[in-house]
């Protein structure tokens, strides 16, 4: 069925109901030339007569008849299933998708959904927590996070969390074997831990920058993993230098587990963004979980 072949439809059944031109024409907003056109269009069409007409009324023939009892029901139930989207407004209700890190998830999102779930039970979140950088176009997620810089230019990015910064840090057995290092260049005789990027599945570089000098070094050692957690782990346990973003080590500083080192090349950067497509049409149910997460300054 062709989108005109509706408001023929809906002509016809104003017609019908209210066996009046007249009436029919001023329920629709429109004149009784026009939908007397419309009629004709739509019967034409259809090789039947629908409406029997003299000077005095309008009254459906039999297989208009057919036809409006059919037709009832149907926009009836049209209009039932917009009156319930509607109520959308009111009560936001749907499945929000999104693609984090497992860090991420753990840290950021899921304090936050924890609040805001109990009171909007109509609400389901769905969390697909990987490292690898997804493309939440092609998955079908309704957003992403991923730290600032990372985030595409074409997306919509919202603030989720503070800025980070990235630490060196090791055991204090490990400083107890070897002597701090004081520049980025003095990692060649230390045990590094490195990060293999999940993504691109090469070794992370160790990115520094001081007074607006920026260095990339490669360092070396004998331990690698694809996430912070077991690089973390490798370094309270005396293996050697970790560098990964601040938040995986606040507290083991904090209780002195853990040495920072060179933390004046390491500089504040963006921290975590939540993004989608900037064409994208927030639903209630996606615009609420947006504004839970976002950081209020």
């Known amino acids: 069925m062709r989108r005109q072949d509706f408001g023929e439809l809906n002509a016809f059944m104003a017609v019908a109901e209210e066996r009046s031109f007249t009436r029919a024409a001023a329920k629709l907003g429109t004149s009784q030339s026009t939908l007397s056109q419309t009629i004709g269009r739509l019967e034409a069409r259809l090789g039947l007569r629908l409406l029997t007409r003299n000077t005095r009324s309008v009254a459906p023939t039999e297989v208009g008849e057919r036809l409006l009892n059919t ?16 109520q959308l407004r009111d009560r936001p209700a749907g499945t929000v998708r999104i693609n984090a890190t497992e860090r991420v998830a753990e840290t950021v999102l899921w304090p936050a959904l924890r609040r805001l779930l109990p009171n909007y039970p109509d609400i389901q979140v769905e969390i697909t927590a990987e490292a690898a950088l997804t493309d939440i176009v092609a998955g079908r997620y309704d957003a992403g996070v991923r730290l600032g810089e990372l985030v595409d230019k074409d997306m919509v990015s919202v603030r989720i969390g503070p800025q980070l910064r990235m630490a060196a840090v090791a055991s204090p057995s490990y400083f107890a074997r070897k002597p701090p290092p004081h520049t980025p260049q003095d990692l060649a005789d230390h045990d590094c831990i490195n990060l293999r990027l999940p993504t691109l599945g090469d070794i992370y570089a160790w990115e520094f920058e001081k007074d607006g000098r920026e260095l990339r070094v490669r360092v070396e050692g004998s331990l690698a993993f694809n996430g912070g957690r077991m ?3 490798a370094a309270l346990d005396g293996f050697g230098i970790a560098y990964v973003t601040s938040d995986y080590v606040e507290q083991a500083i904090a209780d002195g587990r853990l040495l920072r080192v060179l933390e004046d090349w390491s500089p504040p950067f963006a921290g975590y963004h939540l993004y989608y497509p900037s064409r994208r049409q927030l639903s209630p149910a996606f615009a609420l979980v947006v504004d839970a997460l976002r950081l209020h300054s």
């Open 231 to 233: 690089i973390v782990a």
């Open 71 to 86: 037709l009832l029901p149907a926009f009836e139930g049209i209009d039932r299933q917009l009156a319930d989207l509607t």
